[in-house]
């Protein structure tokens, strides 16, 4: 009598599936239910719809702008090295340029917009020149707006919303100067900003670390909350790793997208007659944490703060304003409003 042939047991190509190994083949595990699919299904989604990061600099002509963005992405990424011209001439008043990029790695896409701002900081009189910057970020945040409150509105809206603003400190090895307090303080308000001292090689390393301290302290003297802020660390561990950043800001950074041959490796640099400073190597300069804060380890968190914190103010500052003019337009007493409100 011949024997008869059960069909293999059918194994679940999850991780941590319905079933277990063991020694006499796969057995039935009743205790899985599954919730942790859900990573994998958020992972194939976010990665079919890619990744938007909105990037600005700011800072006056020559301090190596556009190179450290190419250094970033390590690509030509930004709008100089695109739109090459002629020697460009500096513009009389503050002009907002953007210029957008899809990059893919490793299958994940992302598009990159880097926001240049010719002219800030280059006239005589520079007073109020960050109004233009200041008005163009909260553009973004109108339209923004208008395409979320629409009645049809679209099952992804564009988010041209302003994620980062990299503030560019001249290597003076002093103090900050009006200019950079002004603008420091009244953007910190609506943008996340991350202050760098511009071509610190050319600092001596005591130089630099006081010119670190000495703006610490006037950030704070002046109540400028710059990015990672303080008072959105969710927890212990959050607060933990911020801190350690918070004390080695501003990052003094070094860009350059040439590639030199240093003891037999490739790498990014800048050849002086004494030697060549590596860009990536943290003993040089602190580019490679700036780098990882912007795209390696803090990317998602300032998309998040934009979107929960700097937007959602100027939401409900603007929906307020709606509520306040339609009110007056039907004679409604501002008490009544205010009372409705609360």
Same mark, same amino acid.
């Given at each position: ?17 319905? !079933? ?116 163009? =970020? ?150 490679? !944490? ?18 929960? =914190?700097? !937007?959602?103010? !100027? ?28």
């Amino acid at each position: 009598m011949s024997e008869a042939v059960l069909p293999d047991a059918v194994v679940s190509p999850a991780v941590g599936g319905l !079933y277990g190994e063991k020694a006499g083949g796969p057995v039935l595990d009743f205790s899985y239910v599954g919730i942790d699919a859900i990573l994998e299904q958020m992972r194939r989604k976010a990665m079919k719809q890619g990744f938007e990061l909105n990037i600005m600099v700011v800072g006056q002509s020559g301090l190596g702008k556009s190179t450290l963005m190419n250094t970033l992405f390590k690509s030509k990424v930004s709008r100089k090295s695109v739109l090459a011209t002629a020697q460009e001439k500096i513009p009389k008043t503050v002009e907002i340029k953007s210029i957008s990029h899809d990059i893919e790695e490793k299958g994940v896409r992302m598009k990159l917009t880097v926001i240049d701002t010719p002219g800030f900081g280059d006239q005589i009189n520079n007073e109020n020149c960050w109004q233009p910057i200041m008005k163009f =970020i909260n553009d973004q945040y109108e339209a923004y707006l208008q395409e979320e409150i629409n009645i049809n509105r679209k099952k992804r809206i564009p988010d041209s919303r302003v994620h980062c603003c990299i503030y560019f400190i001249p290597p003076t090895g002093h103090c900050l100067r009006p200019l950079d307090v002004e603008f420091m303080r009244r953007l910190s308000k609506v943008v996340n900003i991350v202050p760098v001292i511009a071509k610190a090689d050319t600092l001596t390393l005591e130089e630099r670390d006081f010119f670190k301290k000495k703006i610490r302290e006037e950030l704070r003297a002046n109540g400028i909350d710059v990015y990672p802020q303080k008072e959105f660390d969710e927890d212990a561990e959050d607060r933990m790793i911020n801190e350690k950043i918070r004390e080695m800001i501003p990052f003094a950074v070094v860009g350059s997208d040439q590639e030199y041959q240093v003891n037999g490796r490739r790498l990014l640099g800048r050849k002086t007659k004494w030697g060549t400073i590596e860009v990536e190597n943290i003993a040089h300069c602190e580019f490679a !944490y700036l780098r990882d804060l912007l795209i390696r380890t803090h990317m998602q968190n300032i998309k998040d703060i934009t979107s929960s =914190i700097h !937007y959602e103010m !100027y939401r409900v500052r603007r929906l307020n304003e709606n509520n306040t003019m339609v009110a007056h337009a039907n004679g409604i007493p501002e008490h009544h409003l205010a009372a409705h409100e609360m």
